[in-house]
C-alpha cells in the first residue's frame, strides 16, 4: 500500500540555521509529492510540491526534489526564521486523489 | 471567493451522541475530500466525493460514520453513537476549481472533536 515516513520531531534550530526534514515514501507507480505547513492555530497549506522524478518543488526558502531511485522527497531551507515554526507534512497523492501524509514533524526555530 | 470554511470549529460531545459536521467548500470545486486527524498525527483519508457522488468511502473508520454531499456543494460528516476514540479534528478539503490547479486540495480549519 501507500506510506510515507518523515523524520520525528520536534526539530529545533537557531535562526539562519539550515534545515533538513527527512521524507520517504512507498507507493504503487509514481505518485505525486507535496509538503504542507500547518501553522499554529491555522489549517494545513500546501508548501510546495512536485509530480515527476527529478522535478524540485519550491517555495518560500523551502525546496524538495523528487527522488525516485530513493523514494524519498526531504525538505530543505538554507536559512531559517523565527516565522517558519510550524508542523511539516509529507504527503503523496494516491490513486483516487486522496492524499497519504507522514505523521507530521514540528519545527521550532530560536531567535 | 472565500477559502474552505468548516462549522463548528469546536465540538464536544458526550459518548453515544450523534454530531454533524459540515463543510463549504470552495465555490466551483467539484471534489471534496474528509480526513481526520488525531492528536499528534497526519491526516488520514476518510471519503471523497466528485460532485454528488460518493466515490471512496474506503477511510470511513466504521459504520457509524456517514457522509454527504447532496447538492455537489456543502457537504455533512455525521457520527452516530460516538465514541472516545473519534475524538480527532475532521479536516474537510476541496478541489478541482478553474482557477486553481485542478488537484491541488485546499483545506478548511478544521472541526476538533472531542467525546467525553
Known amino acids: 500500500g501507500n506510506s510515507v515516513t518523515q523524520m520525528e520531531g520536534p526539530v529545533t534550530l537557531s535562526e539562519e540555521a539550515f534545515l533538513t526534514i527527512n521524507c520517504t515514501y512507498t507507493?504503487?507507480?509514481?505518485?505525486?509529492l507535496f509538503w504542507y505547513v500547518q501553522y499554529p492555530g491555522e489549517g494545513l497549506q500546501l508548501l510546495l510540491k512536485?509530480?515527476?522524478?527529478?522535478d524540485k518543488g519550491s517555495n518560500k526558502g523551502f525546496e524538495a526534489t523528487y527522488r525516485k531511485e530513493t523514494t524519498s522527497f526531504h525538505l530543505e531551507n538554507g536559512s531559517v526564521q523565527v516565522s517558519d515554526s510550524a508542523v511539516y507534512f509529507c504527503?503523496?497523492?494516491?490513486?483516487?486523489?486522496?492524499?497519504?501524509f507522514g505523521a507530521g514533524t514540528i519545527l521550532r526555530v530560536k531567535s | 471567493g472565500a477559502g474552505v470554511s468548516q462549522s463548528p470549529r469546536y465540538k464536544v460531545a458526550k459518548r453515544g451522541q450523534d454530531v454533524a459536521l459540515r463543510c463549504d467548500p470552495i465555490?466551483?470545486?467539484?471534489?471534496l475530500f474528509w480526513y481526520q486527524q488525531a492528536l499528534g498525527q497526519g491526516p488520514e483519508f476518510l471519503t471523497y466525493?466528485?460532485?454528488?457522488?460518493?466515490?471512496?468511502k474506503s477511510g470511513l473508520p466504521s459504520d457509524r460514520f456517514f457522509a454527504e454531499r447532496p447538492e455537489g456543494s456543502v457537504s455533512t460528516l455525521k457520527i452516530q453513537r460516538t465514541q472516545q476514540e473519534d475524538s480527532a479534528v475532521y479536516l474537510c478539503?476541496?478541489?478541482?476549481?478553474?482557477?486553481?490547479?485542478?488537484?491541488?486540495?485546499?483545506f478548511g480549519p478544521g472541526t476538533r472533536l472531542t467525546v467525553t
Open positions: 507507493a504503487t507507480g509514481y505518485p505525486s
Open positions: 478539503a476541496s478541489s478541482g476549481g478553474r482557477s486553481s490547479s485542478f488537484y491541488e486540495q485546499y
Open positions: 466525493f466528485q460532485n454528488e457522488a460518493q466515490l471512496d
Open positions: 512536485a509530480t515527476k522524478a527529478d
Open positions: 465555490s466551483g470545486h467539484v471534489s
Open positions: 504527503a503523496l497523492r494516491a490513486y483516487g486523489n486522496k492524499l497519504v
